[in-house]
């Protein structure tokens, strides 16, 4: 049997257009068919640092430029009758230019990008015919049939392959506009309503988005009158969005934002990658980044799979991955709803707040100045788990929290290598400034900001010091 990839990836977007250039970048004949291709649809996503840094760390910075419509600093928020600023810092991407600078991305690392390009049935080969799969696609001019040994679904919330999917929140719909304003500013809004949480962020020159979302309308009500009746419902409830004069600039749209996760993320010859494996709530900004992190690591089970490493360990790190980050961005996300669920007790808060976590994990805002002499906390625990290196699944050291997912690297570099200086010698300023030799100032202080948070590193002796040391130890000697 001749096949005409080893890899074919359905979908163009930020997670296949990743995993693409990764297994091309490995030698693996990979070929994405991409339905939209680079006629993408320009709206504004809020690309977080972490996602930016994700871009560097992988080398990819060509063209992001041109798809940045502006960076943001601060994000003004009002909820649960209260109103604060947070200081941080992300980028609103055109997504049109975006993906399109991933997919050629793709294709400078040796993928084969067939643009217009949608599958419309997938089917496996015969028993006999050694595995793979058979792609039926339409193209402009013609439909063809091509054979793969490996197939990655790209497909988005759409999910190509099925399997079933499970809701991690109530299904919801965002309402979405564009206005002109006279300053857009540099600061993102983001407000709770009594039935929706709204958002508004800065999408070009003298332009801000508004998104409203809100409960799916009920049926008999979607057409374009009644949707636009409800887009101004909701944006007339925004105190923050007092600010739009204008009508929007063209008919406000609606889509379908569900946060769900499939049932099934990964199999002997096949993979799911970004929403098409988890699709999370819009509240957490994490879409882009998440999906784009999903692409590296399904690169890395395929390689493993095919390079002879273990393939058991590898689809059970990738099925951990996915159900992990699921169970944790319901926790934190439901925690943001119940909070506003106490104020205001309505079918579209309580429906979406998670009771039990609520208020389990309180957010400190750590100062970088910590002057103190820090320890790894109580909470911390170091193990062998499964973990990303060097483009295959291997077994490391990890640092493990409480209900978080364990940390084995940080931008390539093993944890233990930054970990290693807490162990009361150091303070916060003095960690941050060893931490810089390793990676870049502002890396060291969000890993900072993350660890104090979750207490992996607080101003008391702990007995987690000791266990640390008894790895390193351990690790030297093997
Ligand atoms: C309204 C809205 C606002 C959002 N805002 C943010 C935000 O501010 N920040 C953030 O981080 N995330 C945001 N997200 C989430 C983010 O858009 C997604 O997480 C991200 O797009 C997922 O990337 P993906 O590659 O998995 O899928 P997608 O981006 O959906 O890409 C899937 C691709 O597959 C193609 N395709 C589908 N079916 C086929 C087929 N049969 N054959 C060939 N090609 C096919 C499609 O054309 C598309 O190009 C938002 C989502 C929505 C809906």
């Not at 793969?148 to 719909?173: K, M, Y």
Request: proline letters at 3%; hydrophobic letters at 35%.
């Amino acid at each position: 049997m001749r096949f005409d990839s080893d890899v074919a990836i359905i979908g163009g977007g930020p997670a296949g257009s990743i995993a693409a250039a990764r297994l091309s970048g490995l030698g693996f004949r990979t070929t994405v068919f991409d339905a939209t291709g680079l006629k993408k649809r320009h709206r504004a996503e809020s690309l977080t640092w972490q996602g930016h840094r994700f871009l560097r760390f992988i080398e990819m910075t060509e063209g992001i430029e041109e798809s940045i419509i502006q960076e943001t600093t601060g994000a003004t928020i009002r909820w649960a009758n209260e109103t604060h600023e947070r200081h941080v810092t992300a980028i609103q991407v055109d997504r049109g230019q975006f993906d399109a600078a991933l997919l050629r991305f793709a294709k400078s690392q040796g993928a084969v990008v067939s643009e217009l390009a949608r599958v419309r049935k997938v089917r496996p080969q015969k028993a006999g015919e050694r595995g793979g799969w058979i792609l039926t696609v339409d193209t402009e001019r013609t439909t063809v049939d091509h054979h793969t040994r490996f197939l990655v679904d790209a497909t988005g919330a759409r999910d190509l392959l099925g399997h079933g999917r499970t809701l991690i929140r109530p299904r919801t719909i965002a309402l979405i506009g564009t206005h002109r304003v006279d300053a857009p500013g540099a600061t993102t809004f983001i407000e709770a309503t009594k039935n929706s949480w709204c958002w508004l962020a800065p999408a070009g020159q003298r332009k801000m988005m508004f998104a409203a979302f809100v409960d799916p309308l009920k049926r008999g009500s979607r057409n374009k009158r009644d949707l636009a009746q409800h887009y101004f419902a909701n944006l007339v409830e925004c105190k923050f969005a007092s600010r739009l004069c204008d009508a929007p600039i063209a008919k406000p749209v609606a889509c379908l934002v569900n946060a769900s996760r499939s049932n099934q993320v990964v199999g002997d010859d096949w993979i799911k990658v970004g929403s098409s494996a988890i699709s999370y709530d819009p509240l957490s900004s994490q879409g882009l980044h998440c999906a784009m992190v999903s692409g590296f690591q399904a690169a890395a089970v395929v390689n493993t799979i095919h390079a002879g490493g273990n393939a058991r360990l590898a689809q059970d790190f990738y099925t951990k991955q996915v159900y992990r980050s699921a169970d944790l961005h319901k926790r934190n996300t439901g925690r943001l709803y119940s909070d506003h669920a106490k104020v205001c007790p309505t079918s579209f808060w309580l429906s979406r707040e998670t009771r039990k976590d609520a208020g389990s994990q309180p957010d400190l805002e750590p100062s970088l100045d910590f002057s103190e002499k820090l320890w790894i906390g109580g909470r911390v625990s170091f193990r062998e788990c499964a973990a990303l290196a060097n483009d295959k699944i291997v077994s490391e050291v990890g640092m493990c929290l409480e209900q978080q997912e364990p940390i084995t690297r940080f931008g390539g570099t093993p944890i233990t290598e930054f970990t290693r200086h807490v162990d009361g010698s150091r303070s916060g300023k003095e960690l941050i400034s060893v931490w810089s030799r390793q990676t870049s100032r502002h890396d060291a202080e969000q890993l900072f900001r993350y660890l104090v948070q979750h207490r992996a590193i607080v101003p008391h002796k702990t007995h987690v010091s000791s266990s640390l040391a008894s790895m390193h130890t351990r690790r030297k000697n093997e």
